[in-house]
């Protein structure tokens, strides 16, 4: 743990974003649906008012530097921590410190970056004592706290979402970072507005990585007597490859599947086949996508094109004779026939519907015609009394009832006229007529 040290340690040597991070409001850039004028964190910050909060946001989007501009204003003890180096034993030592200045009437804000990494035990040790008001916590993750953060201690905090940063912010930080002391101000550099805009848009709303992609692509620029060119080839190499934000057992992983199956529900086969492509570059199981495929199969298009699950399921096994990089073209495959199949959720609803009865109804027992009889006890119990054989009858069916007493007028197929599914929607209307005749 740290006071106030974090946000301090400027020197020459640090990293531009580092070197760069705003002290002030007036100086940060973006969330203007925050800290514009008249905003309540704005205010809460400006009036020193800050109750505990959790700042939810994708990296590089000005969380710790929000944390030290608190830092900066509050009449407090300010204390950094860090999920990422601190255990029970650390939070302990910093609890107690809090509460003796809390006797002494001094008021505590911790910091805690990252605080999605701590466990379940340790965010409840912070409990007590923001119920207490021994201090004011300030969280930063980039995880859904909904998920990573305790009910308990989410209840008592307000949470602040702070959105990826657009490319016009982007390119006046570039801009400040060219013209500020505490950049190249005191250096003449050569970059184009198209150069730093192409920077903003690999940056993809992160505010470090485009910092540090400028201070990479200005170091390996060209130095001459009049200064520093960054050339259009070295920035090629600095912007070859994004790293895309993607966390397989995070919110990304679950919100890009969700983007997949949606676009697929909807037949957009070019969005379903970036959203997987996305998936894919993140580092992806392909076999997971492909699992998802087979559900998307029956569940959004069933009966109205039965061919989508064998497709489905020969593009999972193609993937697991071959791999990535080569399955790839097999997952855009089975992505383009299922969004352009005909859709039914037919099954889907008739398989939610069984199962909301068989949850709530008494477990029926099974109908003495429809029994099996090995022994001769069973036959002298009836099992298997008025069966009726349907290969025996012409029309190859019988009027044997098959359901359950209390649920022989129940339906829970109802099938749609989309594709295939119209046939055997005629079919079945025929066999229900027939039924009926009695």
């Known amino acids: 743990m740290e006071q106030m040290t974090l946000f301090d340690n400027r020197t020459d040597n640090a990293p531009l974003a580092s070197r760069l991070r705003p002290a002030s409001l007036e100086h940060f850039v973006g969330q203007e649906h925050l800290l514009g004028p008249g905003r309540m964190l704005r205010q809460l910050i400006e009036k020193d008012q800050i109750s505990s909060m959790i700042f939810w946001g994708p990296p590089g989007v000005g969380k710790t530097t929000l944390a030290s501009i608190i830092a900066g204003r509050t009449q407090a003890d300010f204390i950094n921590f860090s999920a990422v180096t601190s255990g029970i034993k650390e939070i302990k030592e910093v609890m107690n410190q809090a509460e003796q200045s809390r006797r002494m009437g001094i008021r505590t804000v911790l910091f805690v970056d990252e605080i999605h990494r701590f466990n379940k035990a340790q965010q409840d040790a912070f409990l007590p004592f923001v119920e207490r008001g ?4 300030i969280g930063a993750t980039t995880e859904n706290p909904s998920f990573e953060v305790n009910a308990a201690l989410l209840s008592r905090c307000r949470v602040f979402v702070l ?32 150069q730093l805009r192409a920077i903003a848009g690999f940056a993809g709303g992160d505010a470090r990585t485009a910092l540090n992609t400028l201070e990479m692509a200005v170091l390996n620029g060209e130095i001459d007597a009049g200064g520093i060119t960054v050339t259009a080839e070295g920035l090629s190499q600095c912007i070859s490859r994004k790293s895309l934000l993607y966390d397989k057992n995070g919110e990304e992983h679950y919100n890009l599947i969700s983007a997949l199956h949606k676009s697929m529900r909807n037949s957009d086969p070019d969005a379903a086949i970036y959203w997987m492509c996305r998936m894919l570059e993140g580092g992806e199981d392909p076999l997971y996508i492909a699992r998802r495929l087979i559900r998307f199969a029956s569940e959004d ?12 399921v020969s593009v999972y096994q193609a993937c697991h004779f071959l791999g990535m990089p080569e399955c790839d073209v097999h997952l855009t495959h089975a992505v383009t026939y299922l969004s352009l199949a005909p859709k039914s959720n037919a099954l889907y609803r008739a398989c939610e519907s069984c199962k909301q009865d068989v949850g709530a109804l008494r477990a029926e027992p099974v109908p003495l015609q429809l029994r099996n009889a090995p022994t001769r006890l069973m036959k002298e119990l009836d099992y298997g009394k008025g069966y009726e054989y349907a290969h025996d009858a012409e029309e190859k069916l019988t009027h044997m009832e098959c359901m359950p007493e209390s649920l022989q007028h129940r339906t829970y197929y109802h099938p749609t006229e989309e594709g295939e599914e119209k046939a055997a929607k005629e079919r079945f209307e025929r066999i229900r007529h027939w039924k009926q005749q009695i």
């Not at 021994?134 to 916590?137: A, F, G, Q, R, V």
């Not at 657009?166 to 970059?191: C, H």
Request: no cysteine; net charge negative; hydrophobic share 45%.
């Open 134 to 137: 021994s201090i004011t916590l």
């Open 163 to 194: 959105k990826a940063l657009e490319d016009a912010d982007l390119v006046r930080l570039l801009e400040n970072a060219l013209k500020n002391p505490a950049g190249f101000g005191s250096q003449t550099i050569r970059i184009t507005p198209e």
């Open 301 to 312: 298009i069933g009966m109205a094109d039965s061919h989508a699950l064998q497709v489905a």
